[in-house]
């Protein structure tokens, strides 16, 4: 199984909105509404941000929203902060019962 | 509150096998599936597999069948990831992660801190 694709960078001004994205083939992203995205902050372990596509946990922002497509997958920041500098990661659950991640995408804010 | 709490650092000689801990606290330990998810330097995460603390019923990536194997103490609420014949390409940030649920797709809601393992002669 082939790790899901991701750009490996993308940048955006405070305030702006960017959109990652995440693509996978028919038997993972395109198989489940079980995609999940992770932010990672250097030297940090990851945090859920996003799961089954576009569901957030308590306590994440609600400037970060998640959709689907056939096989490719996004996950969209809104009002960019400074904070919002990461890795970002996605995530399909596959048929074999485990998840595969993408490669990451590093986010800068300009 | 949930924590994972993971042991400290190691280092290997090639060859040699580690066995890293991860404590949890804050929920029942029986209700969620462990995952244990790598990072070598400057790379992306890599699923290795999870862990059924409840039944102690294990799936494995494919990858990792043969070298890899996931334990659980009940009585500590503890599990356990022991990978054997290291070579360099393992070394990397080892996570222990809890899996929110099969129902869900397996999204990881909570990590540990992570153990540096460092495979070195």
């Known amino acids: 199984q082939s790790a899901l694709t991701q750009p490996a960078s993308v940048s955006g001004s405070p305030g702006q909105s960017i959109t990652i994205s995440c693509t996978g083939t028919?038997?993972?992203?395109?198989?489940?509404?079980?995609v999940s995205w992770y932010q990672q902050h250097p030297g940090k372990a990851p945090k859920l941000m996003i799961y089954?596509?576009?569901n957030r946990p308590s306590g994440v922002s609600n400037r970060f929203s998640g959709s689907k497509s056939d096989n490719t997958a996004s996950l969209t920041i809104s009002g960019l902060q400074a904070e919002d500098e990461a890795d970002y990661y996605c995530?399909?659950?596959?048929?074999?019962?485990?998840?595969?991640f993408g490669g990451g995408t590093k986010v800068t804010v300009l | 509150q949930v924590q994972l709490v993971q042991s400290g650092a190691e280092v290997k000689e090639p060859g040699a096998s580690v066995k890293v801990s991860c404590k949890t606290s804050?929920?029942?330990?029986?209700?969620?599936?462990i995952h244990w998810v790598r990072q070598a330097p400057g790379q992306g995460l890599e699923c290795m597999g999870w862990?059924?603390?409840?039944?102690?019923?294990?799936k494995y990536v494919e990858k990792f069948q043969g070298r890899v194997t996931m334990t659980r103490d009940t009585s500590f609420s503890t599990v356990y990831m022991e990978l054997s014949s290291l070579i360099s390409d393992d070394t990397a940030v080892y996570y222990c992660?809890?899996?929110?649920?099969?129902?869900?797709?397996?999204?990881?809601?909570?990590w540990g801190q992570g153990t540096l393992v460092t495979v070195s002669s």
């Open positions: 028919s038997s993972d992203v395109g198989a489940y509404n079980y």
């Open positions: 089954e596509v576009s």
């Open positions: 992660a809890r899996d929110l649920g099969y129902n869900y797709g397996r999204p990881l809601d909570y």
């Open positions: 995530s399909s659950y596959i048929r074999s019962n485990t998840v595969i």
């Open positions: 862990v059924n603390p409840n039944t102690g019923v294990t």
């Open positions: 804050g929920y029942t330990f029986t209700g969620h599936n």
